[in-house]
Structures are given as C-alpha cells and as structure tokens.
C-alpha cells in the first residue's frame, strides 16, 4: 500500500517554493496528493495568505502534482497536528524559519510522536529527485522495523538501495541478518547490505551515505536524535543541511 496523502507545512517565506518543488516531485513520483497546510496569516496580512497560495499551486503545478490546500486558523499547532495525523506522510524543513512555526516548532521527533505518522526532514539542499537513491540506518528493534514499514512506499520506488546494519558486536549483526532479509525479499526488494560493528546506527549511516551518495536516509527516531543532536565528529552535517534528507517514525 502507498502513500496517498502528502502533507506539507507552508509559510509565506519566498525560499519555500523550492521546498515544494521537491515535496511536489516526490508526491507525483508516488502518485500521491500534496497537500499544503497554512496557519492564516494576522488581520492585516490577508496578501501574504493569497501569495503563499498561489506559490504553493503553481510549484506544485510546474511538477505535475495533484495538490490541495487547507488554511488553518485558530490554535495552528493543534489544528495541524489534527490534519497531519489523516496523511500517511508529513514533509516538515529541517530549518523552521522560513515555514509555519505551528507545525515546525514542535521538533521532529515530537511532530512523529505526536502525530504518529513518518516525517520526512527536509533539508534546504534536498535533491530534487530525492528518494531514488535511499540507505536504511538499521538497528534491530521495534522502531526501526516501523520506520522501515513506514519508508516501503519509498524504497520500492527507488532506483538504488542500501541497508546499513549497525551493532556492538559480529554475533549481533548475524542475529538479525535472516529475519531483515527475508522481509525485504517478501517486499520485492534486494538492497545493499552493509554491515558495521559499531554501537552507532547513525555514524554508519551518514559515513555510507557519503559514500553511496544517498539522497534520503530511513531512520528510527533514536539515530535521528543523535544525528540532529550531535554536532560535532560529522553527525550535526544533516542538522546544518549538508546532508541528505531523513525519514524517521516513531
């Protein structure tokens, strides 16, 4: 089953247009709708609203997208927390900024919790093609089996696909081999698998996406809080938009 409802937080920042190019992009390669989410603009400000959606049609238009709108009102944050949780994806910007603070503001990992849907993290240099080329950070658990369910309409519309298996120790890593591939058999899918002894799924994944030239990382939510967390030794690349876009489940 695919994903059949987008959702997108949209401000009236001008740079955001090409953050719905690529939402847009990504929901017309899935065959899905894009739907755009806006927290109504002061008294006074009704031109901003006009022009957010007007910009949010026309990229969503230029890439062939299905899309749809909703402007909100009231309390932003729990109105959209109420409409994200009916998508089966929420596309949220790495950096806050520029788009609706209502939804952006929360943090990602409590948008997914919160929402319990997958959010896709986009950075500011997201490919345009972004989920072609996509690495699975994996460490065996609950949540990172649900983060891979959540990805499946992505990875099986990639062009390329690898696994990174990350564990303290060699038995560990053969402990999870058999279970993780036969269900991505099952999916039709035959990725990469790359294996590393190592306590951090997420300094394997982003050393391997460097490497492969991932666009789009799948992650549970306790790689993306090292990632976006650390700073320093190479993890806080993504957090800065230095690195790719990343899918993390609750």
């Not at 790495?94 to 997914?112: Q, V, Y």
């Not at 058999?185 to 951090?200: F, H």
């Amino acid at each position: 089953m695919g994903y059949a409802d987008i959702v997108i937080p949209v401000g009236s920042a001008a740079r955001e247009t090409g953050r719905i190019a690529v939402a847009a992009e990504l929901a017309r390669r899935l065959d899905a709708r894009l739907h755009g989410l806006y927290v109504a603009a002061p008294a006074g400000r009704s031109r901003r609203d006009v022009v957010a959606r007007k910009s949010f049609f026309e990229a969503a238009s230029h890439q062939g997208a299905d899309a749809d709108w909703t402007q909100l009102s009231g309390d932003g944050q729990s109105d959209f927390l109420e409409r994200a949780r009916a998508a089966d994806l929420i596309i949220a910007p790495l950096d806050p900024s520029g788009a609706d603070a209502a939804a952006t503001d929360l943090g990602h990992c409590r948008l997914a919790t919160a929402s319990g849907r997958p959010v896709l993290v986009l950075p500011p240099n997201a490919s345009k093609t972004i989920g072609r080329c996509v690495l699975v950070a994996w460490r065996e658990g609950p949540e990172a089996w649900r983060a891979l369910a959540a990805a499946m309409p992505i990875l099986k519309a990639a062009d390329a696909l690898w696994v990174v298996q990350a564990a303290p120790n060699a038995a560990d890593l053969g402990a999870c081999d058999s279970a993780l591939e036969q269900h991505l058999s099952a999916q039709g899918l035959m990725p990469v698998m790359i294996r590393r002894c190592t306590a951090s799924a997420a300094r394997a994944a982003l050393e391997a996406a460097a490497a492969c030239g991932a666009d789009l990382l799948v992650m549970d939510l306790g790689a993306w809080r090292e990632i976006s967390g650390a700073p320093r030794r190479g993890l806080g690349r993504v957090r800065k938009g230095a690195g790719p876009a990343a899918l993390i489940a609750a």
